[in-house]
């Protein structure tokens, strides 16, 4: 399995109707066929403690079953028209994969 997480840091100056935008996008991720699960979300405001970092405004968290699926993921077409479209909303990203 390989596991692929992504923290969103998005732009202060960006509107509410460009960040509801970013945020269906991001869904949208999840129609991608090589995604064998996966979850978008916001930081949660259930647990807040000082060790734990909810500076990202968005973040995903999908899981493939092999390197080749992550790979095809990266390429898709949905993929890349969601870093083309959105790109322009985020600061910084910062992405962890591990096995």
Not at 4 to 14: A, G, N, Q, S
Not at 73 to 82: G, L, S
């Amino acid at each position: 399995m390989f596991h692929h997480v992504v923290f969103f840091y998005l732009k202060k100056t960006i509107t509410a109707a460009q960040r509801a935008e970013f945020e269906a996008k991001l869904r949208g991720l999840l129609r991608i066929k090589t995604i064998a699960s996966g979850y978008v979300g916001k930081p949660s405001t259930h647990a807040v403690r000082p060790i734990i970092d909810t500076t990202y405004d968005f973040a995903e968290f999908f899981v493939f079953k092999s390197h080749a699926d992550h790979d095809a993921y990266q390429v898709d077409p949905i993929h890349q028209d969601f870093i083309k479209d959105c790109k322009e909303y985020w600061e910084s990203v910062k992405i962890y994969d591990f096995e």
